[in-house]
């Protein structure tokens, strides 16, 4: 059984600053990890490889940098590891990202496609889905519980909403995204950290996935960041210990001092 | 010359920090405050290859090196100066010995285990009478033919009670003074074998700290570590490997009481501003960094001669006297900056000074590290 597990290197942190004058993440100066739902999603995979036995090939599209979150997944059992990267491929959005991660996807041989529901730098949750789209492929999102049923040619999974579930048995080849809720990723081991920089790690750019580069890329993407900003800090607020209807009547009045009742 | 760190031991550090930050930090308050041995840490570490961390896979170690060794007892000794001694004497004093002494059936009998965290090891020198001056052993090993008759006890041993194989020192031939002190491998359980009391510290009190008492233990002659009578070479060249990963809980503690302290003092406010604008707690942070920074140098530097088969007794006797003097100058400082906070449990700096004060004590104190350093200068 093939999985291939896609994942985005993220900046460390949820207060991701964006530079006001280009509408762009700024990266400097904050660790980068990887993407939490992809690393559950990683997670997931190794854990099929250990019980049912497995080859995992971890995918990323990114700059260079992006290698030590290969190297990473490597360390933590991961079996191959390709990197996508080529100036071609920068200031993609969503559908540009998904239509190279696809192309990349129609070189390799899976049963199973695991992408995280979002990532935190960004927030779509539309990669994933998209590149089902892209492919034909069966996808089921947020996914909190994977099982591969015996003969290997579906899988069971736990669908999760705000106000219930669903649990959907699907055919494979299909494409999960993963939530991080979904399991504690492992760790890397000792032995595999050591051995991840002697592996080779595959990276393809546009001429290795035969794209037109008018399809890629900032030109690729139909979709433009007019504007972005940080947004400004809230004050602290006030605590008050109040029962229920002197509660109410503190909000009542708060409300009409500021005239919005 | 390279100051760098490469790229396989950054990616092995985050592994570390990650692993110590997650799993050891919270247990670490309760580990203090039970006296409590962290077992289940200890099953974490052997499933990700902590435990045989700079032995050969076909040992059941990691295929790392003393380097990678190192920055994991830094680590966690950054969070939890317990768990970073127990990895340091499980690691140093009892696979090590084995490892560079044992014959081949003895690795795959004992180190096996130990590398891949199967058992715990530990390491019995010391004596009631016989402390840095470890020539005085007066434990006994008779040669009876096929086996060794053990008698005596042994005390301040470090994982002794958890630990399942124990490299032991005992005298075969009493006239021969250190040439006639033979090492031993011992397990538990050995009939006459025991463990004594428990030791109540100041510091690392979640480490457990016992006497080992031999009364007529028949040790198999195989379990000869090394040559008869090679015992004192063997316990000293132990002992400078061991101090390597001594400096490094230093390091790892002097660290951790300074990240806690740039974290409160940003906190903190007096006179209406944080303690991190007033310059004194600026340059107290600027002494406290440098001084660590340059321990760090020396015990990679001791680590990193280790691994380039040079030698490295001098290189390790400099690190762990400079490392744990700055691990006790540096949580002293902690605490003082931390002010009445840093003296209540509510904050880990008085945690962290009481397991610093150890690391000028166990496996030569400061005195003995001058006196190796020294000797080497004058010969």
Redesign the interface.
Known sequence: MNIVVCMKQVPDTTEVKIDPATGTLIREGIPSIINPDDKSGLEAALALKDSAGARVTVLSMGPPQAD?AL??AL?MGADEAILLSDRAFGGADTWATSSTIAAALRKLPFDLVICGRQAIDGDTAQVGPQIAEHLGLPQVSYVSELSLEAGQKSVVVKRVFEDGYQRIRVKLPCLLTALRDMNSP??????G?????GKQIKVWGLADLGLDPQSIGLKGSPTRVKQSFTKGAKSAGKVYELDAKEGAKLIVDRLKEKFII | MDFQIDKEHRLLSQLFRDFAQNEVKPLAKEVDEEERFPAETLSKMARYGFMGIPFPKEYGGSGGDNLAYVMAVEELSKVCGTTGVILSAHSSLCAAPIYENGTEEQKRKYLVPLASGQKLGAFGLTEPNAGTDAAGQQTVAEDKGGYYLLNGSKLFITNAGPAEVYVVMAMTDKSKGTKGISAFILEKGMKGFSIGKKEEKMGIRGSSTCELIFENVEVPAENLLGKLGGGFGLAMRTLDGGRIGIAAQALGIAQGAIDETVAYVKERRQFGKPLSAFQNTQFQLADMQTRVDAARMLVYRAAASKDAKLPYNVEAAMAKLFASETAMEVTTKAVQLHGGYGYTREYPVERMMRDAKITEIYEGTSEVQRMVVSAAMLK
């Open positions: 030590v190297r990473e360390a492992r760790y890397m081991s000792v032995s950290a050591f051995e991840a920089y």
